[in-house]
Nanobody, 116 residues
Framework: QVQLVESGGGLVQPGGSLRLSCAASVSIFSINDMAWYRQAPGKQRELVAAITSGDMTNYADSVKGRFTISRDNTKNTLYLQMNSLKPEDTAVYYC??????????WGQGTQVTVSS
């Protein structure tokens, strides 16, 4: 069973930064794609950023220029560097990963709260 464990969430002031991590229990070297999603109270889950096996990245318009997705295959870990955080970035952030033969999995989520 594949596990994805997120960490790095917390409370931060507007304009601050956080780095989220998502550690996979299996190798991500041959992964199809990985992504970060978020879900704010009363809203649908939305894609924040994604990265493909060829390291192509894609971002939601609302986070372009502020967030950076990356991964470290040696640590089987996905990252989301979040800078210039805004109150509207407050949400539970979920890690998503999809392997060709293992299938797709979600992490348990980590809370990010941006407030003064």
């Amino acid at each position: 069973q594949v596990q994805l464990v997120e960490s790095g969430g917390g409370l931060v002031q507007p304009g601050g930064s956080l780095r989220l991590s998502c550690a996979a229990s299996v190798s991500i070297f041959s992964i199809n794609d990985m992504a970060w999603y978020r879900q704010a109270p009363g809203k649908q889950r939305e894609l924040v950023a994604a990265i493909t096996s060829g390291d192509m990245t894609n971002y939601a318009d609302s986070v372009k220029g502020r967030f950076t997705i990356s991964r470290d295959n040696t640590k089987n870990t996905l990252y989301l560097q979040m800078n210039s955080l805004k109150p509207e970035d407050t949400a539970v952030y979920y890690c998503y990963a999809r392997w060709l033969f293992l299938g797709a999995y979600w992490g348990q989520g980590t809370q990010v709260t941006v407030s003064s």
